[in-house]
């Protein structure tokens, strides 16, 4: 059942090109430069009026909705708040008419997600959710479903089911940009072909797992990982830090790499591994001054890039070097070597990988 792998979540974690594919499959409208939700359950007209949107999930789905927001504001133009759903669920949120509630569930029974549905529909939202079981109770509650097709995910850890909530949102945020003319057919056509793209990418990036074993025996041996990243790839850094407490139960924590400066540096010191995403994108000279300045205080980088120059290159003490696709997807590649990296140290210290202590696939109480 793990065909060949020491563990579920490594096969997960190699399934991710074809899991991408049929996130992807039979959802592009190429003559007419649009993507085709079936399930969604919205009208084009219904989808023009919507005010603001609310991202409400739990854990590693709502690290996808963060990234989300980003997709959605900048295709779509629509204000988004991205809210962990057992805080959404007890503060009397302000939504309604107008208002569209999209929730992300891997299982689609996480309790705290299925009752902020119900309090958003009960307040008169609108409300679609993005799972990946099919039938499950936040797919049947919804007013429409994006159903990621990623397949069953057994390891506790979520992997594939991440990476494929990215593109499903990538489509969502494509598809509204369409329906409210803030995409052109042109570009959205050039978005989809970036997409297509992106599983033979997701391939390469699989290649530097036994680079990326090297570098998780050289840091297993540290007590507190910090990981970094700006933008869209502040999300990752907390997916890196999350994946890593899960399965290896080495404490580390994703900052906003800008945020440094304001507190996080005071733990710096060459016990503590740093993590950063330093992709080439508007910020990358930023993130490279955050890595000297973290090198500066006697810590040890680990970048992971693309294109890497000479200044990265002289700023960190390991590199991963990913292919480039566009900044919106970079997030699926820079998930990639979080995963690897959480999972090898996982392996090095010897603790159950699939099964960690403490934790349930799917958390169906409070
Ligand atoms: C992380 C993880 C959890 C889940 C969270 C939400 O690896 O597995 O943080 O992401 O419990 O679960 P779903 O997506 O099923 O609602």
């Known amino acids: 059942e793990k065909g060949g792998y020491r563990h579920f979540m490594l096969k997960e974690i190699y399934e991710q090109p074809r899991a991408v594919a ?10 007419e430069g649009d993507v085709y939700l079936e399930d969604l359950g919205l009208e084009a007209e219904e989808l023009g009026r919507i005010r603001r949107i609310f991202i409400i999930a739990c854990g590693t789905s709502w690290h996808a909705g963060l990234v989300g927001k980003f997709y959605i504001e900048k295709l779509a133009r ?76 057994i390891g506790v850890a979520s992997t594939k089911a991440f990476t ?19 995409l052109s057919a042109e570009d959205c056509r050039r978005q989809v072909a970036e997409l297509l793209s992106l599983p033979r990418k997701i391939e390469t990036a ?25 933008g869209n790839q502040y999300p990752i850094a907390l997916e890196g830090a999350l994946k890593l407490k899960e399965i290896s139960y080495i404490h580390a924590e994703g900052y906003p790499a800008g945020e440094m400066k304001h507190g996080p540096i005071a733990l710096i010191d060459e016990n503590l591994p740093v993590v950063v995403l330093a992709p080439r994108n508007e910020t990358y000279e930023k993130v490279v001054s955050n890595m000297e300045e973290v090198r500066a205080r006697g810590g040890r980088v680990i970048a992971v890039a693309t294109r890497a120059d000479e200044s990265l290159r002289r700023s960190c003490d390991a ?4 292919p480039e696709t566009t900044d919106d997807l970079m997030p699926v590649l820079t998930s990639i070597p979080m995963q690897l990296i959480a999972y090898h140290v996982a392996v090095l210290k010897g603790t159950d990988v699939d099964q960690p202590r403490n934790l349930a696939k799917s958390v169906t109480v409070e």
């Open 164 to 182: 494929t909530q990215l593109v499903a949102l990538y489509l969502l945020a494509l598809r509204l940009g369409r329906v409210r003319g803030t």
């Open 319 to 322: 590199l991963v070097e990913l």
């Open 206 to 230: 699989l290649e530097l797992d036994s680079a990326i074993e090297e570098i998780a025996r050289t840091f297993v041996s540290a007590r507190d990982f910090l990981y970094l990243g700006r």
């Open 22 to 31: 049929d996130t992807i499959a039979g959802r592009l409208k190429d003559d």
């Open 78 to 153: 629509v204000p988004v708040e991205v809210d962990i759903a057992s805080e959404f669920r007890y503060r009397d949120p302000i939504i309604g008419e107008g208002d569209l509630a999209v929730l992300i569930s891997q299982s689609g029974e996480t309790a705290d997600t299925l009752a902020a549905l119900r309090e958003a529909r009960a307040k008169g939202g609108k409300a679609v959710s993005i799972c990946n079981v099919v039938d499950s109770s936040i797919a049947r509650e919804s007013d429409g479903v994006i159903y990621t097709h990623a397949g069953p995910e």
